[in-house]
């Protein structure tokens, strides 16, 4: 009990001096009073420089994009649909919905307006919740891209799969000519808001690593509106990570902004009144592709990874702009998380490695544990477009990593055998220990084919080669023969950590390719039986998504005040 009281104490103390710091800081601030989310309205130009230039992009098209590759996010359930959906009531459901799960499920996912010879737009999806009952929608969000893509009635924007040999140098080439002659308007960012989704502040955000947040507003009726940019009253002057991390104990949030130019990553807090800290650059010798990072109770962890920006690379040798290079050792700073700058950062070196996704991190005495999932060959062609029936070559595992900071030693342990992505744990325990981990399985496509949980406390069976229950396979609740799943988010049955952690329900999109239906599940977290708890069914297809994420009916209201 004195133990627990020191600790509450000086908890405690550390956070006033924090708030203290707050103060300060917001008072040395002397840029604009707050002035919210951004309304965005772009100006592009339909004048002769536009023409001109499509001119020149239907030459390049012509003689020198390798169109006979087949691109498997245009066709089957990874095809656009051809509309927006307004909400639609009644919906059938099977079994019955938790009330819980009272509140708006959403996900995002690629779905072009226009054929692209550039950037796809993106769509959020969202199943309404109440009292049993659901309703559907889907809406693009209404990014500066999209809104200029409308105004010419085209696709006019390049994307990360066109940076590839010759073609993709001159893409990039075309694109800033376009915003030079003033035919894009770039003021606003070129991003696609395309990846994942959070709640901060009163806020669900979409995000995108390439660009700032939009900031989206669910309506009473479940329907989404994008109302803006968030730039954190112009504090924010870099992109913004799709997996920034929120603090359920603080409130705060944590997030960075990776680079091609100096610095490559830079690194920030968000307090829980939304507002943004001063930026704190961080060293590293290239320009990488960070996806995701980590934080535990006191820091924050970066992963310098070699995949790396190579622009020479991909015109010599006709490969994607980011090359991994499996020469190098993985690297991983540990950052106090309220650093003012780099001095205190550790670095721990393990072998060759990428990760896109990490589960949760925490502390361990002098240790600093990491849950990921490990990427042995990253291959973005897969994310490119490329059809690949098999996964050749790719192995991405479960992996606890374990970072002493008194010896300065690194260890790594696998968890599982392949291919496990996409993890995630009940975010009530983010930074702080965790016992389960739910991931998705993916089998010979790039397609889910089934949702995995791990117990973290018993010993895995390494010897094996297929994931199957046993060991800490606590359970595997698989879709069964031509359905194909999306990320699976928890939903605790109580907030906060006072229940038991898997005391709580999962919940995620499935579409059968047999009948070309859709539908959300929701299955029991702790037993994972494979008799689900509801299945809700969708008018209509829903193409295969990225992330998603659970606004709760208390978020909901909050946000309504917007």
């Keep these: 009990m004195v133990i627990c009281s020191l600790t509450s104490s000086r908890q405690c103390s550390q956070r006033r001096k924090r708030e203290r710091e707050v103060a300060k ?11 919210g989310i951004v309304a965005v309205e772009p100006r592009p130009n339909k004048g002769v420089a536009s023409k001109v230039m499509d001119c020149v992009e239907k030459l390049i098209v012509k003689f020198m994009h390798r169109c006979s590759t087949p691109n498997h996010y245009f066709t089957g359930n990874f095809a656009p649909l051809p509309h927006e959906t307004p909400p639609t009531t009644d919906l059938l459901v099977k079994g019955f919905v938790p009330d819980c799960l009272n509140g708006e499920f959403v996900s995002v996912g690629p779905n072009p307006k226009f054929e692209p010879v550039a ?31 409308e105004h010419f009635g085209a696709a006019k924007f390049m994307k990360i799969g066109d940076l590839n040999g010759p073609f993709g140098l001159v893409m990039v080439i075309l694109q800033l000519l376009r915003q030079k002659l003033k035919v894009l308007d770039a003021l606003h960012g070129t991003g696609t808001a395309n990846t ?4 901060h502040h009163g806020k669900l955000l979409a995000l995108q690593e390439a660009d700032k947040p939009y900031v989206l507003k669910v309506l009473e009726d479940g329907d989404i509106q994008t109302l803006g940019m968030l730039d954190y009253d112009k504090r924010l002057e870099h992109s913004f990570t799709a997996h920034p991390k929120v603090d359920p104990f603080t409130g705060e949030m944590f997030t960075f902004g990776y680079s091609l130019t100096p610095p490559y990553i830079t690194y920030r807090v968000i307090s829980k009144d939304g507002f943004m800290h001063d930026p704190v650059p961080i060293t590293i010798s290239d320009p990488i592709m960070m996806h995701d990072f980590a934080i535990t109770e006191n820091y924050a962890i970066f992963m310098d990874h070699p995949l790396i920006f190579k622009p020479k690379e991909m015109v010599k040798e006709k490969k994607s702009a980011f090359t991994f290079d499996a020469t190098k050792r993985a690297r991983f700073g540990l950052l106090p998380r309220y650093a003012k700058d780099e001095m205190q950062i550790r670095w721990f070196e393990l072998p060759n490695c990428f990760i896109f996704h990490n589960a949760n991190a925490w502390e361990e005495e002098d240790e600093v544990v990491l849950i990921t999932s490990r990427a042995q060959h990253p291959d973005l062609d897969m994310f490119n477009g490329i059809v690949k029936e098999k996964l050749k070559n790719f192995s991405n595992e479960l ?18 055998a392949s291919v496990v992505e996409l993890p995630r744990v ?33 010993e895995p069976e390494t010897e094996k080669t297929k994931l199957e229950v046993g060991g800490n396979v606590q359970g595997i609740y698989d879709l069964g023969p031509g359905r194909f799943g999306s990320e699976a988010i928890f939903v605790p049955r109580v907030p906060g950590i006072t229940s038991e952690e898997d005391d709580g329900f999962l919940i995620f999109f499935v579409h059968d390719e047999n009948d070309g239906k859709s539908s959300v599940h929701v ?3 702790k037993t994972m ?7 809700v069914e969708i008018p209509h297809r829903v193409p295969y998504g990225f992330h998603a994420f659970f606004v709760t009916e208390e978020q909901l209201q909050e946000q309504g005040k917007l």
């Design 196 to 199: 994942a989704l959070v709640y």
């Design 426 to 458: 009940n975010e009530s325990y983010t930074g702080r220990r965790t016992r389960y981990v739910y991931g998705t399985i993916l089998e010979g496509v790039v397609k889910v084919t089934g949702i995995i949980k791990f117990d973290l406390h018993a």
């Design 25 to 35: 800081e917001k008072q040395r601030y002397s840029g604009d009073e707050e002035v």
């Design 523 to 525: 299955i029991d977290a």
């Design 119 to 149: 950037g796809h737009h993106f769509m959020i999806h969202g199943l309404r919740i109440k009292n049993g009952k659901a309703t559907y929608v889907s809406r693009y969000v209404r990014t500066s891209k999209l809104k200029q893509e």
């Design 529 to 535: 039986s494979t008799d689900p708890v509801a299945v």
């Design 399 to 416: 992996y606890e990593m374990r970072f002493n900071m008194k010896t300065g030693l690194a260890l790594q342990k696998k968890l599982s």
